[in-house]
Structures are given as structure tokens and as C-alpha cells.
């Protein structure tokens, strides 16, 4: 039995709204910020690392559903070391959450999925995944939850 945890990036993982939007190169400032060509930064925040550490510890598995760049936002990824958290990262460049959900659900379906959680600040996006995954839970971020840390007890 496999339990998922699917993150989106823009506004809930990091604090930028759009990471498409930067300008490669990037340089990493400290652990959770680096900074574009352009002197634009993007912070991961407080508590990302913590729970997506916690949550592979528990057994989760972690995806992204991410409306981005791939190219861009992949580099962001590896430059922050958050690559490694992840076991499947969905980024396209359109709002169809919904697909990306169930291109992560066809991914996993041979591990029997036991719960699946989608974890994003846009609420029209989140009922667009509900809409057409009733049994997905939902958490709308900054809504719900306040920070990523407060998101630890939705997972004990």
C-alpha cells in the first residue's frame, strides 16, 4: 500500500508565483533561496525541507503537479537539492492540474495507492482535482494551512 503526497511549487512550496518567470543562471544564496540573472530571488518556505523529509520518512511517496517551465523549474529544483525528495515530478506548462494528478495516479497505480493527498494554493485548481478525483484529499495552502509546518499533523 502506497500513500502520496503530490506538492504544487509556486506559492506553496516556494514563496515566488511564478518560477518560469526567472532568468537562468541562478545562484544559490543559502540553503532555501537562490537569486536569477536578473537579482529576483525565490525562498523556499519555512519548513519545506522539514516536511518533505518527514513525509519520506513516514513512507510517503512525493510527487510535483507543478504549472511551469519544465526546463526552468528543473534547474531551480536541483540548484535548491530538492530533487531528491521526489519520486515522480509532473511540470507543464498549463492549469490542467486534473491531468497532472492522473498522470501521477497512472504512475503509481501498480503500488496499490492507499490515500493520495494534493497539496496546492490555488483553490479553483484544487476543485478541478477534486472534481474529477472525488477520494483525493485536498489541502488548499494558505488557506488550511498556514505554513508547511503546520501541514505535520495531516500526516501522523
Not at 511549487?9 to 541562478?26: G, K, Q
Not at 501521477?104 to 494554493?121: A, G, H, P, R
Not at 485548481?125 to 478525483?133: D, P, S
Amino acid at each position: 500500500m502506497v500513500k502520496i503526497v503530490i506538492f504544487d511549487l509556486d506559492l506553496t512550496l516556494w514563496n515566488h508565483p511564478d518560477a518560469s518567470a526567472l532568468t537562468p543562471p541562478f545562484e544559490k544564496l543559502d540553503e532555501s533561496t537562490l537569486v536569477d540573472s536578473k537579482g529576483e530571488e525565490l525562498k523556499l518556505h519555512k519548513c519545506a525541507r522539514m516536511i518533505l523529509g518527514f513525509l519520506k520518512k513516514k513512507g510517503y511517496k512525493l510527487a510535483i503537479a507543478s504549472w511551469n517551465e519544465y526546463d526552468i523549474v528543473i534547474q531551480v529544483l536541483r540548484i535548491l537539492d530538492l530533487v531528491k525528495y521526489f519520486d515522480f515530478i509532473v511540470i507543464k506548462p498549463h492549469f490542467r492540474k486534473e491531468e497532472m494528478v492522473e498522470e501521477i495516479l497512472e504512475f503509481f497505480k501498480n503500488n496499490n495507492i492507499e490515500s493520495v493527498y494534493f497539496i496546492d494554493d490555488n483553490p479553483e485548481l484544487i476543485n478541478r482535482v477534486k472534481k474529477k478525483f472525488p477520494w483525493v484529499k485536498t489541502i488548499v495552502f494558505g488557506f488550511e494551512v498556514s505554513t508547511l509546518c503546520d501541514l505535520t499533523p495531516h500526516f501522523i
